[in-house]
């Protein structure tokens, strides 16, 4: 019984604590929508934002936690001239994405994951289950932070500062 005990446990931490440093084929190749309802894949989405350390921020204007953090995450922009800022909505619709970013005044790239927070290989690879998700990636496009879920993960300004 112990054995099976920490045989689970092992399986399970390993989930928990992994940390990719690269996004899969898949994912790359998972489509997303821009502001002109446009298709983009994620690896073009990266391949425009190369040299520059990317923060992305996936929410939705429904999501209480999400509004919640727009203060602290406008203070991290501020602060943070250098990098650009990505937001990924899964809105249920578009017009309540594109009315969210104008509502909360949110500046940088727009993006809509039009199968929601529940499918496609983007969401699947990052293994989104909640939301506000926090990613950056860094300037050649490796994953720099995998996971955080509140603004306030002092990971994010530790990432965001490294070299």
């Excluded at 429904?62 to 800022?85: M, Y």
């Amino acid at each position: 019984m112990t054995k099976y005990f920490l045989f689970i446990l092992l399986i399970f931490s390993s989930c928990t604590f992994e940390k990719p440093t690269e996004f899969s084929e898949k994912a790359l190749n998972d489509s997303l929508l821009n502001i002109d309802n446009q298709a983009i894949s994620w690896k073009e989405i990266l391949q425009n934002h190369q040299e520059k350390k990317v923060f992305v921020a996936i929410w939705a204007s429904w999501c209480a936690d999400c509004v919640k953090g727009i203060p602290e995450l406008k203070k991290i922009q501020s602060e943070n001239p250098s990098v650009s800022f990505m937001f990924i909505s899964v809105d249920r619709n578009m017009n309540s994405w594109k009315n969210g970013i104008k509502k909360h005044q949110l500046e940088g790239t727009h993006y809509y994951l039009p199968k929601g927070m529940k499918n496609g290989d983007f969401v699947d690879f990052i293994g989104l289950s909640w939301i506000p998700r926090y990613l950056i990636v860094d300037e050649i496009g490796k994953i720099a932070l995998f996971k955080a879920t509140k603004i306030s993960d002092k990971a994010i300004l530790k990432t965001l500062k490294a070299n």
